[in-house]
């Protein structure tokens, strides 16, 4: 008794000993480090009921959740995640608006879904919880009794989940197949930064705790179920419907998985699904399943082939593929898909084989990078997604010559465009990096280390996805894929079923590599800039790089002419490349990252570009090596004075902006033996100030011939030969805002545009008038104030604007407002013109404010492009543009010299045809003094209108008119063929502006 009691007291006083060492230790620790590292581990075991008729399941859960951390928990948060899709006022139906998506705004209450039933039990002890956060998708369960350190308890609670549709995001049904996931009441993550409960959101995904789970799945017996999990058991059953003694066969699935913090399964009978085994060069067996849709079989018969490739890929370079088992779903047109659950993936249908080799290889890289590496996707989606493309690009590189990788990129459209823009030279990486280069000119990066949701759409994709992925490539090539590979495998091997963090990553590598990776986290992943690298000659035997980044560290290949190349860093102490007095020239890249203006990115020993101006046929992409390039394009143009025109275009456009582009188009008037044509020039800085988010400066210039009809004492003396204008216009735009994250922007234009107008003036000679061909100029100035907001439900925008001219100074404003239906791309829209002359010393017709919009012979600006100017009859004289009251009807009736105002409204038909409404209402000054027998208010006009692309190709039938147009039609002997009017503003089709859309 004696020795056992000393033995007690030995170990009390060790363990008091070891107490305060740890609380010491773990101090010290915390100062230094943070809180320690620790993993909480929750296992689930679900069973559950799909009624298909329903669209609902029904089951319970039971969770064991182990306290691995040295905190008492007085609550656990639980992820009710089907609540997103309940109501229009969720976050995951914020967030889709804020990306211009309505899917869930507009739901029908039949499309919607939602989790209930719940009754959280403990020990057989009801407990309390209530909703917590902005919509129903979290809750907080109060526990009776605290979870003490190294504790565990038991959590049960039955629920029901109302399936929504599947095209709302990336749950529910769709006919007879039902993707079912983030579908049951799953706990947050507790970690050492305490809790992690989280909304719904589309765009940044989600962050669970690590366990074992057991799934047991009831369906009808004609439903295959593909899960997460392996399958352990399947049986068949009867059960005897107790209304009309049918009796009815279902299906009952039992699954297993361990280490996975997820489960998501499909019930479809709608697929073919083929099964078969892999071997690991480990020789680790892997089941696979691949569920293919009858329409697809075409672009999925290689699909095997793609996943078999990609687990060998990762798993030799990387560290071996983490499960036993993994399952390829062709969902089809759901929501959301291409996304990834453990062993399980959901895959889109896709409009090539290479399309679907390249979500193949992302997605399974998403089982190491996701999966296995349970990372912070929504705080730390970089990591994520990022990891993942990279690994996507490795596939491709380990997996294919440098030949067989041309025109293997995500770019590719229709043959002929591939080939005219030379998309079809690119492979995957390149294709990759002119994306994230047109973001970077676009002033469309954000820091790719920003949480999930405070990217826009845009540098989401771009800086999560492509930068990050495009970093990581450099950071491989950069320290030698032996050593990286080597490293990353270690990586993954100590961090494997664990939530490592960036920091944990990259103090692995650094600690492995014996490198300094502090330009990885400063330069790349927590910056929105890219250093613009330059070289400079320094002397025969040597080059030095140059950075607009004093401070830059950036590796940096350098290419030298006699074929080699070698890796150096910009930074205060290696700068200079020294070489060989052989060496000619040097050119620089941070590859595979682009340098946003690699224009000084070559030299020779003399200090001269290596790389003259290079004329080219057709366009190009726009990556680096096209920098120092102008374009020529065969072209032709027609209007009514000049006939057909031919001509070329010659430009330096490529698919992504840059600082300085222009095109000039020469044209051949052969009908009078005559040069017209167009040309512009545009310069763009992105960031300029704290207050000029963006500058562009522009200047254009326009020749051509604009009328042919004269009086016989005209021809007489000067024959048929057509009148010219020519235009010169220069612009600045000064965007105040750019809102990128709300699609909003304001911004000022400044306008002075010269117009050179030949004209026919008569002068009194000898008593007769005779006629002079003389040119006159015209200048107008313009400064105008705009605000547009491009908002998913009811965008708006508005402009406040001055123009003068020597003898006029008039005011305009304009409001456009659309009223979103709930049915796709379906509205209504109304604009709202005020014009006012401020003063007017000017008798000149064509300055006044007009109610019908501007054809050709109003446009004393020569700012759009008429097929017919001043043609007074025939197809050409209905063309129009929609300026000024915007009515559709033709009529000089509505014009003021001193103010007029008008409304238009135009309605959404509720099919796919391109047919609307329109109905305008306006009035000016005078209204009831133009003919005697009307005295009418307002004016108006309204009928059908067909839209085939908007603003840019109309046609309007106007089929109701007030009385005074109506007089203009008798009185002009205007027939209802002669009121249909079109607008083809040929601007709207300049491709610079369509690329945009790309």
């Known amino acids: 008794m004696k020795a056992f009691n000393y033995y007690c007291h030995i170990r009390i006083a060790h363990l008091i000993i070891g107490l305060f060492s740890f609380l010491f230790l773990s101090q010290i620790s915390r100062a230094e480090t943070g809180r320690p590292y620790f993993q909480q581990k929750v296992d689930c075991d679900i069973s559950v009921f799909l009624q298909t008729e329903s669209k609902v399941i029904t089951g319970t859960i039971s969770v064991s959740y182990l306290n691995n951390s040295t905190d008492t928990l007085s609550e656990i948060y639980f992820h009710l995640y089907p609540n997103a899709y309940a109501d229009r006022n969720s976050m995951l139906s914020k967030q889709q608006l804020r990306l211009r998506n309505t899917r869930a705004f507009f739901a029908k209450d039949n499309q919607r879904g939602y989790i209930d039933s719940l009754d959280f039990e403990c020990n057989g002890i009801q407990l309390n919880w209530d909703y917590v956060g902005e919509d129903n998708t979290i809750s907080k369960v109060k526990l009776k009794v605290p979870l003490l350190p190294g504790d565990s308890l038991k959590i049960t609670t039955p629920f029901k989940v109302k399936l929504p549709d599947a095209s709302i995001s990336r ?45 047991n799945i009831i369906c009808n017996k004609e439903f295959d179920v593909i899960s997460t999990g392996n399958l352990i058991e399947q049986t068949v059953f009867n059960v005897t419907n107790k209304k009309d003694s049918n009796i009815v066969e279902f299906k009952k699935y039992i699954f297993e998985s361990s280490n996975i913090h997820d489960f998501a399964w499909v019930a479809t009978s709608e697929l073919k699904i083929n099964e078969g085994k892999l071997l690991l060069k480990s020789g680790k067996e892997i089941k696979f399943q691949i569920g293919v849709r009858g329409y697809n079989e075409f672009i999925w018969t290689n699909a095997k082939s793609y996943l078999i490739k990609s687990l060998n890929t990762y798993s030799e370079l990387f560290g071996e593929y983490p499960y036993d088992k993994i399952s390829l779903i062709d969902a089809g047109s759901i929501s ?52 993942s493309t990279f690994f996507e690009m490795v596939y491709f590189q380990a997996n294919y010559s440098l030949e067989d990788l041309k025109g293997r990129n995500n770019l590719i459209t229709a043959a002929y465009i591939d080939k005219f823009t030379k998309l079809n030279t690119l492979n995957i990486i390149e294709g990759y990096q002119l ?55 270690k990586f993954y091997n100590s961090w494997k079923y664990k939530h490592p963090k960036g920091e944990d990553l990259i103090n692995y590598l650094e600690e492995c590599t014996g490198k300094e990776l502090d330009f990885f986290m400063n330069e790349l992943i927590n910056s929105s800039h890219i250093a613009d690298i330059g070289i400079i000659s320094e002397d025969a035997n040597g080059f030095v790089i140059t950075s607009d980044t004093d401070s830059s560290k950036l590796p940096v290949r350098a290419y030298l002419s006699n074929d080699k190349s070698i890796w150096k860093s910009i930074g205060d102490t290696i700068t200079r490349i020294s070489t060989e007095s052989t060496i000619s020239s040097v050119s620089v890249e941070p590859y595979p990252l682009p340098d946003p203006y690699p224009h000084n990115n070559t030299i020779n020993n003399s200090g001269q570009r290596t790389k003259p101006l290079k004329v080219q046929f057709g366009t190009s992409p726009g990556l680096g090596k096209d ?21 070329v275009v010659i430009h330096n456009h490529a698919l992504i902006p840059k600082k300085l582009e222009f095109n000039l188009i020469p044209l051949v008037d052969f009908k009078n033996s005559n040069i017209a044509g167009v040309g512009n020039v545009l310069a763009t800085w992105q960031n300029v100030s704290s207050i000029f988010k963006q500058v562009e400066v522009s200047a254009d210039v326009a020749r051509f011939a604009y009328e042919d009809e004269f009086s016989d004492d005209v021809m007489l003396k000067y024959g048929n030969s057509p009148l010219l204008y020519n235009r010169i216009g220069v612009g600045v735009n000064l965007y105040t805002k750019l809102d990128k994250y709300f699609h909003r922007s304001t911004w000022l234009n400044v306008n002075y545009q010269a117009v050179y107008r030949e004209l026919i003036e008569y002068d009194f000679i000898e008593n007769n008038y005779v006629p002079e061909r003389n040119y006159r100029y015209f200048g107008f100035s313009s400064l105008s104030y705009n605000h547009r907001n491009d908002r998913a439900i009811d965008p708006f925008s508005a402009m406040i604007k001055l123009e003068n001219e020597s003898e006029y100074l008039k005011a305009a404003f ?185």
């Open 627 to 647: 920098q120092r390039s102008a374009y020529i394009l065969p072209t032709i143009g027609y209007n009514d004075y000049n006939s057909f025109m031919a001509g």
């Open 435 to 489: 994306q994230y280069l047109k973001s970077v000119r676009e002033g469309n990066e954000l820091p790719a280390s920003f949480k999930s949701d405070d990217h826009t759409q845009n540098s989401y994709y771009n800086s999560v996805y492509l930068k990050t992925g495009l970093s990581f490539f450099l950071l491989r090539e950069w320290l030698g894929s032996d050593l990286f590979d080597l490293c990353f495998n």
């Open 171 to 215: 749950m529910g049904y769709e006919k007879d197949s039902y993707y079912i996931t983030q579908w049951f009441p799953k706990p947050a993550v507790y970690d050492n930064n305490g809790w992690h409960y989280m909304p719904y959101l589309e765009q940044g995904e989600y962050y669970s705790e690590y366990g074992n789970y057991k799934v």
């Open 336 to 387: 959301g898909v291409n996304m990834e659950y453990p062993a399980l993936i959901l895959i889109g249908d896709q409009f090539s084989e290479f399309s679907l080799e390249d979500v193949i290889a992302h997605e399974v890289a998403h089982m190491w990078n996701y999966a296995a590496l349970g990372f912070n996707e929504r705080d730390e989606p970089w990591l994520d997604e990022g990891l």
């Open 814 to 998: 304009e409001f456009k407002y659309r009223f979103s239906f709930a049915k796709k791309d379906k509205g209504l829209d109304i604009r709202f013109h005020l014009g006012k002359f401020i003063y007017n010393n000017e008798d000149e017709f064509n300055y006044n404010f007009r109610m019908d919009g501007w054809s050709g012979s109003n446009d004393y600006l020569y700012d759009d492009f008429y097929f017919g100017r001043n043609r007074q009859d025939g197809l050409w004289s209905r063309q129009f543009i929609l300026k000024d009251g915007g009515f559709k009807t033709p009529t000089a009736v509505g014009q003021s010299n001193n103010w007029n105002s008008a409304l238009n409204i135009y309605l959404d038909n509720p099919t796919p045809l391109p047919i609307r409404f329109f109905i305008d209402i306006g009035t000016y000054d005078g209204i009831q003094d133009v003919y005697a027998d009307i005295n009418n208010l307002i004016m108006y006009d309204a009928g059908i209108m067909l839209s085939f692309f908007k603003g840019g190709f109309e046609v309007y039938l106007p089929l109701f008119v007030s009385a005074d147009i109506d007089k203009y039609y008798e009185t002009n002997d205007i027939g209802f063929g002669d009121r249909i009017r079109f607008v083809l503003d040929i601007k709207k089709f300049n491709p610079v502006q369509l690329r945009k859309l790309y």
